[in-house]
Structure formats: structure tokens, C-alpha cells
């Protein structure tokens, strides 16, 4: 079963930019989770989405935002990019609602360089 | 509230020498607690879980973690290092009904030849 997978790997962007970032989860899964990783704060919760909405949200301002498709795929999207969101975005999926699997399986993550 | 301690950003040993990692956790409620590992420039890989069945939990290359409630602990290890277990490695919880993952600081291990 192929895992999951984020595009693009590296991205370069301008302060002020917007950016979209893409997740297609492991199939069969349904829930998808994005994290940012940076070497400060480490890693953090950013939302996880589970059947086209939103289920929770971490602490981060309304510029970071994501939405789901129907078939499970996943973006994220930063607006008025900062140089502070240069990091490692990591989308991470999970079967969900299936009894005792709560794991989250990572993909290899998008690093996001803000100039 | 949850959150994850791991005592020891870095660890160093010897190959074929034990790895210990530890990692203490505060819940409100019974945890979901993970082990992932992350290699230079890739995404994590779970090592192992804890989901309230067995407390001893085997997971891949080697590794095995155990739950002691009493100690809020739930460290990692491994009997004999491998040079290819250098890497950094996250301990993380979660609620039952919450998929939020709360992680660690991370513990980079070395493993010297």
C-alpha cells in the first residue's frame, strides 16, 4: 500500500506570499492531520480533518488554514507568509473509527523556506 | 491537558549496547502513546504504540516500549544498537477521542562504532 504523500517537497516563497500545500493520505484512511516541525517549537499540531471537516484545530493564527476533499485528500494553505513559517510541514494520516487504530502515519513532509 | 517529557536531547552509545530513551507523560485521562523515529530529511515512522492492551509493546527494528502507569512512563529501548539506528526519535501522546498528537522534544541518538 503506497504511503503517504505531500507535493511539493521544497518550496521557496517570498514574505507576503500565500502558499498551498498538498497531502493525499494512504488509502482507505480518512483522517489527515498536518503538523509544523521547526528546530524552536518542534512539532506542532496544526488541524486534522476527517470527512471534509475540520475536527480540530491547534494554536496557530487564522493565516494558516486547510480544507478536504472528497476523497480524502488534503491542503493546507499559509497566507501573508512570515519569515517564522519557514519549517517542516508534515501531513500525517490515520484509519480513524477503526477500534484500537489511532496511529497516525507521517509522509515525508514539505519544507517551506520563507525569504 | 497532555504533554510528553523526554529527558536527554541527545543520547550516545555503542553499537551493540543498549538504548534507553525515556519519555514521562501527563495525562487527564487514559493516553494513546506513540514512539516515531525521523531520519535527516524524511517524514516520521512509527515505531510503536500503546492503545491500553498489552503494557509491554514491541514494535519494529528491534524496539520495545513499556507503559507504567504508576510512573507515567513510557520509555524506549533496545537491547543492541545498530549504526543504522542513528536518528531522532519522538515520543508523542494522544486522547482516545482526540486525534491530536502531543510530542516530545525529540532525542537525537548516536550510535559510535
Known amino acids: 500500500k503506497a504511503g503517504v504523500t505531500q507535493t511539493p517537497r521544497y518550496l521557496i516563497k517570498t514574505r507576503g506570499q500565500q502558499v498551498t500545500l498538498s497531502c493525499s493520505p494512504i488509502s482507505g484512511h480518512r483522517s489527515v492531520s498536518w503538523y509544523q516541525q521547526t528546530p524552536g517549537q518542534g512539532l506542532q499540531f496544526l488541524f486534522e480533518?476527517?470527512?471534509?471537516?475540520?475536527?480540530n484545530k491547534g494554536n496557530f493564527p487564522g493565516r494558516f488554514s486547510g480544507r478536504q476533499f472528497s476523497n480524502s485528500r488534503s491542503e493546507m494553505n499559509v497566507s501573508t507568509l512570515e519569515l517564522g513559517d519557514s519549517a517542516l510541514y508534515l501531513c500525517?494520516?490515520?484509519?480513524?473509527?477503526?477500534?484500537?487504530?489511532?496511529?497516525?502515519?507521517f509522509g515525508p513532509g514539505t519544507r517551506l523556506t520563507v525569504t | 491537558a497532555q504533554s510528553v517529557t523526554q529527558l536527554g536531547s541527545h543520547v550516545s552509545v555503542s553499537e551493540g549496547a543498549l538504548v534507553l530513551l525515556r519519555c514521562n507523560y501527563s495525562s487527564s485521562v487514559p493516553p494513546y502513546l506513540f514512539w516515531y523515529v525521523q531520519y535527516p530529511n524524511q517524514g516520521l515512522q512509527l515505531l510503536l504504540k500503546y492503545t491500553s492492551a498489552a503494557t509491554l509493546v514491541k514494535g519494529i527494528n528491534g524496539f520495545e516500549a513499556e507503559f507504567k502507569k504508576s510512573e507515567t512512563s513510557f520509555h524506549l529501548t533496545k537491547p543492541s544498537a545498530h549504526m543504522s539506528d542513528a536518528a531522532e526519535y519522538f515520543c508523542a501522546v494522544s486522547r482516545s477521542n482526540d486525534y491530536k498528537l502531543s510530542f516530545g522534544a525529540g532525542t537525537t541518538v548516536t550510535v559510535r562504532a
Open positions: 480533518y476527517f470527512s471534509e471537516t475540520q475536527r
Open positions: 500525517a494520516s490515520s484509519p480513524r473509527l477503526t477500534q484500537g487504530r489511532y496511529e497516525q502515519y
